[in-house]
């Protein structure tokens, strides 16, 4: 069984920078990906990014580009995602998922919420 | 960017109904189509997958139809426990996007 499990909450400053993560155990195989949802209070879910952990390669939200990198640690096989020059529109809990090499989360991680703010 | 509008935004059912929900998309996703259901406090959870495919483990009152731009989820004989709020998602063209979300309320 899969299983994703996120690192804890964060509050930061506007301007800083933030990293979370999310170990994967279970299902070893690969021709999967992960994916960062987010979601701000009350609000609905944003798509971030995906990553292939089979070479790193990622593809970003344009609203995002810049800001944020998604990594892969295939010792840990835990997943990041930093997000950089925060603001205080980044408050929101942040969900990795793990797709089964179809495009659709299948598996999530129980979310991290980031605070941003002076 | 492929923009998703669910209606409607809110509804309240009793148990025993059926309800259904509709996701458009302003442009065809083909069948690269999904529902969420979401919840308070809790990371979404895949019901649906290629417009019609129930997610293993989901209850069968889920249900699926649709391609290109219209699609519905319907669930049949609800429950308590379907108290949640559902998103649809599309997966055909990055960036992947999900519906506002229709929250689902029970007399």
């Known amino acids: 069984q899969v299983q994703l499990v996120q690192s804890g909450a964060e509050v930061k400053k506007p301007g800083a920078s933030v990293k979370v993560s999310c170990k994967a155990s279970?299902?070893?195989?690969?021709?999967?990906?992960f994916h960062w949802v987010r979601q701000a209070p009350g609000q609905g879910l944003e798509w971030m990014g995906i990553?292939?952990?089979?070479?790193?390669?990622?593809v970003y939200a344009q609203r995002l580009e810049g800001r944020v990198t998604m990594t892969w640690d295939t010792s840990t096989r835990t997943v990041s995602m930093e997000l950089r020059g925060l603001r205080s529109e980044d408050t929101a809990v942040y969900f990795c998922?793990?797709?089964?090499?179809?495009?659709?989360?299948?598996?999530w991680g129980q979310g991290t919420l980031l605070t941003v703010s002076s | 960017d492929v923009q998703m509008t669910q209606s409607p935004s809110a509804l309240s059912a009793s148990v025993g109904d059926t309800v259904t929900i509709t996701c458009r998309a302003s442009?065809?996703?083909?069948?690269?189509l999904a529902w969420y259901q979401q919840k308070p406090g809790k990371a979404p959870k895949l019901l649906i997958y290629k417009a019609s495919s129930l997610e293993s483990g989901v209850p069968s009152r889920f249900s699926g139809s649709g391609a290109g731009t219209e699609f519905t989820l319907t669930i049949s004989s609800l429950q308590p426990d379907d108290l949640a709020t559902y998103y649809c998602?599309?997966?055909?063209?990055?960036?992947?996007?999900f519906g506002q979300g229709t929250k689902l309320e029970i007399k």
């Open positions: 998922a793990r797709d089964a090499g179809d495009r659709y989360f299948h598996y």
């Open positions: 990553i292939n952990p089979s070479g790193g390669s990622t």
């Open positions: 998602q599309q997966s055909n063209i990055y960036p992947f996007t």
């Open positions: 442009q065809t996703v083909y069948s690269w």
């Open positions: 279970g299902n070893t195989f690969t021709g999967f990906y």
